[in-house]
C-alpha cells in the first residue's frame, strides 16, 4: 500500500512541477527586475524600432523629461532591426507623439532611452499600451568608441596639422600689415552691415525671383510652343547665311564710301554749316511776320481767314456797290477822262509780307 502512495506523491509533483515550467520561463539574471525600476501600478507596453542598440541591456531605465517613467523589458531583433520592448508606468504621462534616443548617462556610464518630443512639434495625445514608435523616430547619440576614435584622428596629426598650416600663413600675411587687416575688417563689418539693413530688400528680390520663376513655370507650354515656333525663322536666317554675309559686307563698303565721301567734303560741309546762324537769326527776328505772311500766302490778296467766305466750291461771291448818281460821274468819272495822266508814286520802304495785311486793317477801318 504504501508504495503506491508514494509513488502517487511522485506523479503528483512530476505534474507540479511540468505545470510550473510550462507557465514560467527564465532568460537569465536580466530577466530580474532590479530594485527601483520596477513599477509600483499598473504598467502598459510600447515596441520601440532602433538601427543599433550598441550595449543597451534589458532592464535599463526608460525615462521621459529625465524622470523615470519605465525600464526595458526586452530586447530583440526583427531581421536587421532591434526592438525593445519597453514597460511604462500607467500613472506616467507620456504624449504619443514622442520619440527615442538611445542616451547615456555619462561617458563611462550606462545607457538608457530616452523619450523626447520633437523640437518642432506641440506635445499630443497620450502613448498607449501596444503602440509602437518606428525607426525614423528614433536616433543615437555617439558611442564612446566613435568619439575617441574621432578624436584620435585629429590628435594624431589629421587637422592639426592642417590647423597650423593654416595659422601659419595668415600669420606670415598680416605681419607688418595690421593696420591694413583692421580697414579690411572694419570694411567688411560695413559691408555685412549694409547687407543686413538691405535684407528686406535681399528678401523682397528672392521672393519676386521665386515668383517669376514660378511664372515661367506655370508658362512653360507657352515657352515651348515659342520657340517651337522660332524655328522655322532660324532655319530661314540659316539658309540664307551666304545672302546675309554678302550683305553686311556691301554694308561696310557703303559705310567705307560714306566716310570717303565725308572726309572729302567736309570743309565744304562746315562751311555751310558756319553760314546757318545769319540765315538762322534772321528768321529769328522776323518774329510773327512769316507766320502772319503764310495765312495769305495760298490766298493772296484775301487772307486765309476770310477766303472760305468768298471761295465756295467752283464759284465766288462778290458784292460791290456802285455810285452811278448823276453828280458822283460828273464829279469823279467824268473830269478823270479828260486829266492827264497821274505821276507814278513815290516807292517807299513797303514790306512786302506785312503790306496785305495792312491793306485789309485799313479797309475795315
Not at 606670415?172 to 552691415?193: A, C, I, K, M, W
Not at 514660378?214 to 532655319?235: C, F, H, R, V, Y
Not at 465756295?312 to 456802285?322: K, V
Request: charged share 20%; aromatic share 4%; proline share 5%.
Amino acid at each position: 500500500m504504501r508504495p503506491t502512495v508514494h509513488r502517487l506523491r511522485t506523479a503528483a509533483c512530476a505534474l507540479l512541477v511540468m505545470i510550473s515550467c510550462g507557465a514560467c520561463s527564465f532568460d537569465g539574471v536580466n530577466s530580474w527586475a532590479l530594485p527601483g525600476n520596477t513599477s509600483t501600478s499598473d504598467t502598459y507596453e510600447v515596441s520601440v524600432q532602433f538601427a543599433d542598440v550598441q550595449n543597451l541591456v534589458g532592464n535599463s531605465p526608460v525615462k521621459f523629461e529625465n524622470v523615470t517613467v519605465g525600464n526595458i523589458r526586452s530586447i530583440t531583433r526583427d531581421g536587421w532591426i532591434a526592438k525593445a520592448v519597453l514597460e511604462i508606468d500607467g500613472n506616467s504621462q507620456v504624449p504619443a507623439n514622442v520619440g527615442a534616443s538611445l542616451a547615456q548617462t555619462s561617458l563611462f556610464g550606462s545607457q538608457y532611452i530616452e523619450l523626447v518630443v520633437p523640437g518642432h512639434q506641440p506635445a499630443r495625445g497620450q502613448l498607449r499600451d501596444g503602440m509602437s514608435i518606428p525607426l525614423e523616430d528614433t536616433s543615437e547619440y555617439p558611442a564612446v568608441e566613435e568619439v575617441l576614435s574621432s578624436l584620435s584622428l585629429v590628435l594624431n596629426g589629421s587637422g592639426l596639422q592642417q590647423l597650423r598650416t593654416i595659422t601659419g600663413q595668415l600669420d606670415r600675411v598680416v605681419n607688418g600689415r595690421e593696420d591694413t587687416t583692421r580697414s579690411l575688417v572694419t570694411r567688411l563689418n560695413t559691408f555685412v552691415s549694409g547687407l543686413s539693413d538691405q535684407r528686406r530688400d535681399i528678401q523682397r528680390a528672392l521672393d519676386s525671383l521665386a515668383r517669376l520663376t514660378d511664372e515661367l513655370q506655370n508658362q512653360k507650354q507657352t515657352i515651348s510652343a515659342g520657340i517651337d515656333s522660332i524655328q522655322p525663322a532660324l532655319d530661314i536666317l540659316n539658309e540664307q547665311e551666304g545672302q546675309l554675309v554678302q550683305m553686311l559686307g556691301s554694308l561696310g563698303q557703303f559705310g567705307d564710301a560714306a566716310t570717303g565721301i565725308l572726309n572729302r567734303s567736309r570743309d565744304d560741309l562746315v562751311g555751310d554749316i558756319s553760314a546757318l546762324p545769319p540765315i538762322l537769326g534772321q528768321l529769328a527776328n522776323s518774329g510773327s511776320n512769316l507766320t502772319e505772311a503764310l495765312k495769305i500766302a495760298l490766298t493772296i490778296p484775301f487772307p486765309v481767314s476770310t477766303a472760305h467766305k468768298g471761295l465756295r466750291g467752283d464759284y465766288m461771291n462778290l458784292f460791290l456797290t456802285l455810285d452811278i448818281s448823276a453828280d458822283k460821274l460828273a464829279k469823279t468819272v467824268i473830269p478823270s477822262i479828260t486829266r492827264a495822266p497821274n505821276q507814278a508814286p513815290a516807292r517807299g520802304n513797303t514790306d512786302p509780307l506785312r503790306a496785305p495785311l495792312r491793306i485789309q486793317k485799313d479797309s475795315h477801318r
